[in-house]
C-alpha cells in the first residue's frame, strides 16, 4: 500500500477519462492511509542499570506514531536471555485496551515457569474495537538472576518469524512502524556489606546498649535487627536499647478461684518454683483480695536451706487485682534449683485456687511443681502462720496460692539479619547471633574470715575483714534467732571507702539473752547496691557455747 502512494503520477489532458478510475482507486488508498498511521512498539524504560540480584519494572507501550491513529489489532512477542533474566511478576496494564485479549496457545502469563524456561512471553488480539490512542500493553517485573556477570542484555521484540511476530493492523493491513528494544546493564557484583554487634555491660538483668561494634562497607548502614529496621547507624554508636525480657509463671487474666480468704493471724504463702535457666529474680507478684489489709511482703527462700534470698514491701493498690514489688537487688536464681517464692500478711488475707497445684505449672523456663498431697515442705502449695516473715513449711490440698515472680534469663539472644550499606549493597541471611550475658552486679569489697563467738557471758562478737575494697560504704550486721527469716538490722559499720589491703571490722552485739544467735552481713555500695553475707552463728549461756567461722575468699559481687 504504502509503495502505491510514491508511485509519480503525470496524467495527460488526452487521458484524463481514461485515468478516472485509476485516480478513484488511489483516492480510497490515500483515504485508508490517512485514517490507518503507524504505530511503535517499545520496552519503557528503554535502559535499565541494575545490580545482580536485583529487580526491576519495565512496561510492553504501544504508541501512536502521529499522537492518534487507528489499529484494529496488536501483538507483542517478546524475547530475554533466561540465562540472565528471570520474570517474577507479569500482568496485563491497567491502560491497556484491549477488548477481547488472546494469548498463545502454547502458554498464558501466568505460567511464569513456561515463560521463563523458554525466555519468551506473547500476549495480544485482532478481535478488538478500534484504537486510536497510545496506551500501556503488559507490565513485567523482572530480577537479575544472583551471579550474573556484569554486561548488557536485551529485552527485544520477535519480528519476521511465524508464530514469533510482534504486530499492529488495521482491518488486516500490518501498520507497525517500528519496534524499540531494551537494554539493561547489569553493574558489577556489589560487595556484601558486613557489620558485627557488641553490647554494654549488662549485670543483673537491667538493659543494655546495643553497639555497631564493627562494620565493612560503605557506611552509614542500615540493619534489620529481630525484624526491626535500623536507619543510618555508625560504627561504634549505640543502635538501641535493649530490655532484657521480664518472665511470669501467671497472665494477668489468671484468677485464683477463692479471691477473699481470712484466716485471722497473721500467714505466709507460698509455692514451690523453679528455672530451667539462669537468671535473676527482680520481684514477686501476687494476687490480692478486694478485702485484703495489712502489710504484704514478698520473698523469696532457697528451699534446701531455707534460706531468705531477698525481700520487698508491696505498695498495694485498692481492690482486687495482681500486685508486684521490685527486689532493690535482683536474685541470681541457678537453673533447675528449686526456690519458694512467698507473701506474708500481717492481717491474714490471701487468694488460692484449691487443688491447683494437682498438676505442674509451667511457662517458659519456669516451673511450678505439682503438689504430693502431703502435709509438709515436701508437697506444694506451702503455708505458715507466723507474726513475721517465716519460710512457710506446711501443706494443704496442693492449693496454688499463685505466688508469682518477676524472672530475666542471665542469657539474651539478638540476631542480625540484614545490613545495607550507604552504597546500596547488601547483606542478608543469619548474619550474627549476639548472646548477651547479663553477669552478677559486682560489689568490688573481697570478704575474709566471718565469724560470730561469745565473748563474756552476754555478748557476741561479730569480726570479719577485707582482702580489698572499692566504692564500700560498709556494712549492716542483721542478726535472726532461725536464721531462716525474721532478720533484724542491729547496726552498721563503716568502710573505708578504697584499700588494696586487709581491713578488719568486728561488731559487739551486748546485753543478750542465753541462746543461739545467727548473723548475717549486708555490704552496701555507695551508689546502693547491696549483697549479703553467707550466715554465721554463735550460742551464750550454754556449756556448747561456740562461734561458728566461715571463710570466704569470695568476692561480694552481687
Known sequence: MRALLTMNLQPHQALKMMMKPVLSALVILVSLSVNAQLWNFRVNPAQTTVAAGASFDVTIHLEAVNGSSQTTGAIADVN?????????????????????????????????????????????????????????????????????????????FATGTLGHETEVSFE???????????????????????????ASATCGGSNFNLILGAATGTGPFDLTIDGTVYNNITVGSTITSISIPELNIYQPADIPGIIDTEDGDAVTVGNKFSSSVGGYLKGIRFYKGNTGTGTYTGLLYDFNTSTLLGSGTFVTSPGAGWQEVIFATPVYLTAGQVYVAAVHNTDGYYSFEDGGLNTPITSGPLTVPAGNGGGDETSNGLYVYSTNPTFPDNSWNNSNYMIDVVFSPSQFTIELQSVVGDDGCTAT?????????????????????????????????????????????????????????????????AGVGESNSVKNYSYLDQNLPARRYFYQLNQIDFDGRSKLSTVVSANLGTKEAFGLEQKLPESIQG
Open 80 to 156: 530475554f536471555d533466561p540465562a540472565v533474566l528471570e520474570i517474577t511478576a507479569i500482568s496485563v496494564a491497567p491502560g491497556n485496551l484491549l477488548n477481547v485479549p488472546i494469548v498463545s496457545p502454547t502458554t498464558s502469563l501466568a505460567d511464569l515457569a513456561t515463560i521463563n524456561a523458554d525466555g519468551h512471553f506473547h500476549y495480544g488480539s485482532f478481535a478488538f474495537s478500534t484504537i486510536t490512542t497510545s496506551f500501556d500493553f503488559v507490565n513485567v517485573t523482572f530480577m537479575v538472576k544472583p551471579g550474573a556477570p556484569a554486561g548488557t542484555t536485551n529485552i527485544e
Open 172 to 198: 488486516g493491513n500490518s501498520i507497525l512502524n517500528a519496534v524499540f528494544n531494551g537494554e539493561v546493564t547489569i553493574e558489577a557484583a556489589c560487595p556484601p556489606p558486613t557489620a558485627t554487634l557488641t
Open 429 to 493: 541471611g543469619s548474619l550474627q547471633s549476639l548472646v548477651v550475658t547479663s553477669v552478677p552486679c559486682a560489689l568490688p569489697v573481697t570478704m575474709l574470715n566471718l565469724s560470730a563467738s561469745a565473748s563474756g557471758s552476754n555478748n557476741i562478737i561479730v569480726k570479719w575483714a577485707t582482702a580489698s575494697e572499692q566504692n564500700n560504704k560498709g556494712f549492716e550486721i542483721r542478726r535472726s534467732l532461725t536464721g531462716t527469716g525474721n532478720w533484724e538490722t542491729i547496726g552498721f559499720v
